[in-house]
């Protein structure tokens, strides 16, 4: 049923929630995986206002993409672990249009598993969540996973 899965990661407890299901239905439906992360360097451009810095965005781009492939690299162990077919990478650009549109049109995604509510809740409440968007304009499957409260 399922062919690709994507799992956008961020680092936070439900997207970690998300990559223990999308592993579940990939080993279900023998799918393959796409584990990624998506850095916005429009995140870096706003914190670059705020510290009225002359710190150049390189050098803030650089550390998220480490963080991003920090995120990749646990998750990765735990596909190895399940003997899942994989492909991982970290992408620069919108999360929101990358995860809903981008990398599902480019990989062939039928599925997209990602976490209630990811990691920066101050973006959240300021522009929207990524994974309201994603519901709502993603042209595959999408399936919400949320941490028991």
Request: charge should be negative; charged fraction near 25%.
């Given at each position: 049923?399922?062919k690709?899965?994507l799992?956008?990661?961020?680092?936070?407890?439900?997207?970690?929630?998300?990559?223990?299901?999308?592993?579940?239905?990939?080993q279900?439906?023998?799918?393959?995986?796409?584990?990624?992360?998506?850095?916005?360097?429009?995140?870096?451009?706003?914190?670059?206002?705020?510290?009225?810095?002359?710190?150049?965005?390189?050098?803030?781009?650089?550390?998220?993409i480490?963080?991003?492939?920090?995120?990749?690299k646990?998750?990765?162990?735990?596909?190895?672990?399940?003997?899942?077919?994989?492909?991982?990478?970290?992408?620069?650009?919108?999360?929101?249009g990358?995860?809903?549109?981008?990398i599902?049109?480019?990989?062939?995604?039928?599925?997209?598993v990602?976490?209630?509510?990811?990691?920066?809740?101050?973006t959240?409440?300021?522009?929207?969540?990524?994974?309201?968007?994603?519901?709502?304009?993603?042209?595959?499957?999408?399936?919400?996973?949320?941490?028991?409260?």
């Amino acid at each position: 049923m399922y062919k690709n899965i994507l799992v956008p990661l961020d680092g936070s407890e439900n997207s970690r929630l998300a990559l223990d299901e999308a592993l579940t239905i990939a080993q279900k439906f023998d799918s393959k995986v796409f584990i990624v992360s998506v850095v916005d360097p429009g995140r870096v451009s706003g914190v670059m206002l705020e510290a009225h810095t002359a710190v150049g965005p390189d050098q803030l781009i650089g550390p998220m993409i480490e963080e991003a492939e920090s995120y990749i690299k646990k998750a990765v162990s735990e596909v190895k672990n399940r003997n899942i077919p994989y492909e991982t990478k970290v992408f620069q650009g919108s999360p929101k249009g990358m995860i809903a549109k981008d990398i599902p049109e480019e990989y062939d995604i039928d599925l997209t598993v990602m976490g209630k509510s990811g990691a920066n809740a101050l973006t959240r409440l300021m522009i929207g969540s990524t994974t309201a968007y994603v519901a709502r304009y993603a042209n595959n499957n999408v399936m919400i996973v949320s941490q028991d409260e």
